[in-house]
């Protein structure tokens, strides 16, 4: 027994080894951009039978590894954004034709591929390839949403039409085929019978605990849930472990997979998340990508059977088949996104929609279990993944158009009551000069400003933002009495016009989800009323300088000038005594200090003087 152990902790020692040092060499050759689990694989590879064969694939690391495979689809269902691939009532009222929206493009562009890669298994079972067209047919039609997300962000594509597009195309292919693949497997494992309807069931309790879980919102037992989570042990991460493993007892009871129980139970909690939960989310990265998803892929790349694939000049032949196959299936079906957008950007998303890389593993090695796939084949689909997860996001940036980069000023204030009257206002008197405003032209808002844009009955069109200035918009703010115009408003700005700062007002729950979905700021009523109260008492004198400052500007810019990048703000000698407050870097807000060291990109808080605006814009390169 001590020896075992002894041999457990080994193997698992040059595992979690391998899983930290893979991400320090892949830092170290960024220009080829390989992806972080292609290198765990192909470290598994070398240390595995097809390698030095120099660990040893015990039970313990085989547990390890299989929950890793479960918390990685757990994962990939928190990540699914049921506000994007259902539209909210009020976006199908402004919706263009249906042909033009982009659930219908991403649901055609996967029905289309699902047909296609269908149509073609089956002739590579008549190869040998699969015992299973079906199968096969959705092994090749998954998506990574680990890679296109990431490509998005990079190429700032995220928030735009276009990257809306891709990111509902991907969640649908996610999901919809690793439903299908469930129902497929349960096919094989129990046959045409009445047990096939346990998959109903299992759906039947998503829809319970999905609807439980919104009059818990209701009666507000979330918010107590929230108050606790910040109270107490990691109870967050603990309840959502819980809700994991109990999907994942659940699937297995019913004789079902266990990654659809796991993408289930993320999928729960992405719907039912609450207010909040962005630290929740980032500790169950931290543990699924910190420790047991590593072990997951390095352990692919152990049990990678390389020599049965050499030991075939068949199945080796394969590899090529499979990486065309993979790419017609999504590029031709893509070309429906033409009815939308140009020739480069419909080409280019039938490229990044091609790679694949966690679904396509995990459905590959259930096969493999149920015998529907020889060893030689189950590689080939794993050489299939590292190639397109790498070969994808290459072509698509060498085909994408560059994002255009307008020069954004001025502000946008939506809204038909007093507060939008104070509020503008107060915004001339701090130097918003340009400001346009969208609502009832009456009232304070009509003393505010000499004219109004326009005058709205229910909600703002696209052609009134128009008009307002939208296209070149930095700023809009969603102030009416009526939220759900404010939410609608929101979607407009950022994914019509692609305003960089959105800001709305909302009460709901529901409401801040969609908000969130789109990365506008969300302001709730009453917990903005309790912060200014509560900075009024606690911090008076900062209070007095942000409501009655008079020739001090607070303002954000992107640093976006190539020779300040690499310094510190010691060196950074801002003109006119201007300071930095604090410093956004991507999600992570850090409190500068003297040795603080800047990356291009980084949003700085600066306090200006009015005089020093402009020299302060145009020295670093951006505006304020």
Same mark, same amino acid.
């Given at each position: 027994?001590?020896?075992?152990?002894?041999?457990?902790?080994?193997?698992?020692?040059?595992?979690?080894?391998?899983?930290?040092?893979?991400?320090?060499?892949?830092?170290?050759?960024?220009?080829?951009?390989?992806?972080?689990?292609?290198?765990?694989?192909?470290?598994?590879?070398?240390?595995?039978?097809?390698?030095?064969?120099?660990?040893?694939?015990?039970?313990?690391?085989?547990?390890?590894?299989?929950?890793?495979?479960?918390?990685?689809?757990?994962?990939?269902?928190?990540? *699914?954004?049921?506000?994007?691939?259902?539209?909210? /009532?009020?976006?199908?009222?402004?919706?263009?034709?249906?042909?033009?929206?982009?659930?219908?493009?991403?649901?055609?562009?996967?029905?289309?591929?699902?047909?296609?890669?269908?149509?073609?298994?089956?002739?590579?079972?008549?190869?040998?390839?699969?015992?299973?067209?079906?199968?096969?047919?959705?092994?090749?039609?998954?998506?990574?949403?680990?890679?296109?997300?990431?490509?998005?962000?990079?190429?700032?594509?995220?928030?735009?039409?276009?990257?809306?597009?891709?990111? *509902?195309?991907?969640?649908?292919?996610?999901?919809?085929?690793?439903?299908?693949?469930?129902?497929?497997?349960?096919? +094989?494992?129990?046959?045409?019978?009445?047990?096939?309807?346990?998959?109903?069931?299992?759906?039947?309790?998503?829809?319970?605990?999905?609807?439980?879980?919104?009059?818990?919102?209701?009666?507000?037992?979330?918010?107590?849930?929230?108050?606790?989570?910040?109270?107490?042990?990691?109870?967050?991460?603990?309840?959502?472990? =819980?809700?994991?493993?109990?999907?994942?007892?659940?699937?297995?009871?019913?004789?079902?997979?266990?990654?659809?129980?796991?993408?289930?139970?993320?999928?729960?909690?992405?719907?039912? /998340?609450?207010?909040?939960?962005?630290?929740?989310?980032?500790?169950?990265?931290?543990?699924? +990508?910190?420790?047991?998803?590593?072990?997951?892929?390095?352990?692919?790349?152990?049990?990678?059977?390389?020599?049965?694939?050499?030991?075939?000049?068949?199945?080796?032949?394969?590899?090529?088949?499979?990486?065309?196959?993979?790419?017609?299936?999504?590029?031709?079906?893509?070309?429906? +996104?033409?009815?939308?957008?140009?020739?480069?950007?419909?080409?280019?998303?039938? =490229?990044?929609?091609?790679?694949?890389?966690?679904?396509?593993?995990?459905?590959?090695?259930?096969?493999?279990?149920?015998?529907?796939?020889?060893?030689?084949?189950?590689?080939?689909?794993?050489?299939?993944?590292?190639?397109?997860?790498?070969?994808?996001?290459?072509?698509?940036?060498?085909?994408?158009?560059?994002?255009?980069?307008?020069?954004?000023?001025?502000?946008?204030?939506?809204?038909?009551?007093?507060?939008?009257?104070?509020?503008?206002?107060?915004?001339?008197?701090?130097?918003?000069?340009?400001?346009?405003?969208?609502?009832?032209?009456?009232?304070?808002?009509?003393?505010?400003?000499?004219?109004?844009?326009?005058?709205?009955?229910?909600?703002?069109?696209?052609?009134?933002?128009?008009?307002?200035?939208?296209?070149?918009?930095?700023?809009?703010?969603?102030?009416?009495?009526?939220?759900?115009?404010?939410?609608?408003?929101?979607?407009?700005?950022?994914?019509?016009?692609?305003?960089?700062?959105?800001?709305?007002?909302?009460?709901?729950?529901?409401?801040?989800?969609?908000?969130?979905?789109?990365?506008?700021?969300?302001?709730?009523?009453?917990?903005?009323?309790?912060?200014?109260?509560?900075?009024?008492?606690?911090?008076?004198?900062?209070?007095?300088?942000?409501?009655?400052?008079?020739?001090?500007?607070?303002?954000?810019?992107?640093?976006?000038?190539?020779?300040?990048?690499?310094?510190?703000?010691?060196?950074?000698?801002?003109?006119?005594?201007?300071?930095?407050?604090?410093?956004?870097?991507?999600?992570? *807000?850090?409190?500068?200090?003297?040795?603080?060291?800047?990356?291009?990109?980084?949003?700085?808080?600066?306090?200006?003087?009015?005089?020093?605006?402009?020299?302060?814009?145009?020295?670093?390169? /951006?505006?304020?």
């Amino acid at each position: 027994m001590g020896h075992e152990a002894s041999s457990t902790l080994t193997s698992l020692l040059l595992v979690t080894g391998l899983a930290v040092a893979v991400p320090l060499i892949a830092a170290r050759f960024r220009r080829i951009r390989v992806p972080v689990v292609v290198m765990e694989i192909l470290a598994g590879i070398v240390i595995g039978g097809s390698g030095f064969d120099i660990v040893d694939p015990l039970p313990t690391l085989t547990f390890l590894a299989e929950f890793g495979f479960a918390f990685l689809m757990f994962l990939a269902g928190l990540e *699914v954004d049921f506000s994007l691939i259902i539209p909210r /009532s009020e976006q199908r009222e402004t919706a263009e034709p249906f042909y033009r929206n982009v659930t219908f493009l991403g649901a055609a562009v996967l029905a289309g591929t699902i047909v296609l890669a269908g149509l073609i298994s089956l002739a590579l079972a008549a190869l040998d390839v699969t015992r299973s067209p079906a199968l096969m047919g959705l092994i090749l039609s998954t998506t990574s949403m680990g890679i296109v997300v990431p490509v998005l962000k990079e190429r700032r594509m995220l928030v735009s039409e276009f990257g809306q597009a891709l990111l *509902v195309g991907a969640l649908l292919a996610d999901f919809v085929t690793l439903i299908l693949i469930g129902v497929v497997v349960a096919f +094989y494992e129990r046959g045409l019978s009445l047990d096939l309807l346990v998959i109903l069931l299992l759906g039947v309790v998503f829809a319970a605990l999905a609807r439980v879980g919104h009059l818990l919102d209701r009666w507000n037992v979330q918010e107590r849930i929230a108050e606790l989570v910040s109270h107490s042990a990691q109870i967050g991460v603990r309840m959502a472990l =819980a809700l994991l493993v109990a999907w994942e007892v659940l699937s297995e009871a019913l004789g079902l997979e266990i990654i659809l129980g796991a993408f289930l139970a993320g999928a729960l909690i992405s719907l039912l /998340s609450p207010e909040g939960d962005e630290m929740l989310r980032e500790k169950l990265d931290a543990m699924g +990508y910190g420790f047991f998803i590593p072990i997951f892929f390095i352990s692919v790349g152990i049990d990678f059977d390389l020599q049965s694939l050499f030991a075939s000049p068949s199945a080796l032949a394969i590899v090529p088949v499979l990486i065309v196959v993979a790419y017609f299936v999504k590029v031709v079906p893509a070309l429906l +996104y033409r009815l939308r957008f140009s020739w480069r950007e419909t080409l280019s998303a039938g =490229a990044l929609l091609s790679s694949r890389l966690s679904l396509i593993i995990a459905a590959s090695a259930i096969a493999l279990e149920l015998e529907l796939v020889t060893p030689a084949t189950n590689s080939a689909v794993i050489l299939l993944a590292i190639v397109t997860c790498t070969l994808s996001p290459f072509i698509f940036n060498r085909i994408a158009p560059e994002p255009e980069e307008k020069e954004r000023h001025g502000t946008i204030l939506v809204g038909d009551g007093d507060l939008a009257g104070l509020l503008a206002q107060r915004l001339v008197r701090r130097g918003r000069t340009e400001l346009a405003l969208v609502g009832d032209c009456s009232g304070r808002i009509q003393q505010a400003l000499d004219q109004c844009v326009l005058k709205f009955d229910r909600a703002p069109t696209s052609e009134a933002l128009a008009a307002a200035g939208a296209e070149r918009a930095e700023a809009l703010l969603a102030v009416g009495t009526d939220e759900t115009v404010n939410v609608e408003v929101a979607r407009l700005a950022r994914q019509t016009f692609g305003i960089p700062n959105v800001i709305a007002v909302a009460s709901s729950l529901e409401h801040y989800r969609v908000l969130r979905a789109l990365g506008a700021r969300w302001v709730q009523p009453s917990m903005a009323m309790m912060l200014s109260l509560e900075g009024a008492l606690e911090f008076p004198a900062a209070f007095d300088l942000l409501a009655r400052m008079r020739g001090i500007r607070v303002r954000e810019a992107e640093l976006r000038d190539p020779n300040l990048g690499g310094h510190t703000l010691q060196e950074l000698d801002l003109p006119g005594g201007a300071l930095v407050m604090g410093i956004r870097r991507e999600d992570e *807000v850090i409190v500068p200090r003297s040795d603080t060291r800047l990356r291009l990109g980084d949003t700085l808080m600066l306090v200006v003087p009015e005089e020093q605006l402009d020299e302060v814009r145009a020295w670093l390169g /951006s505006s304020l």
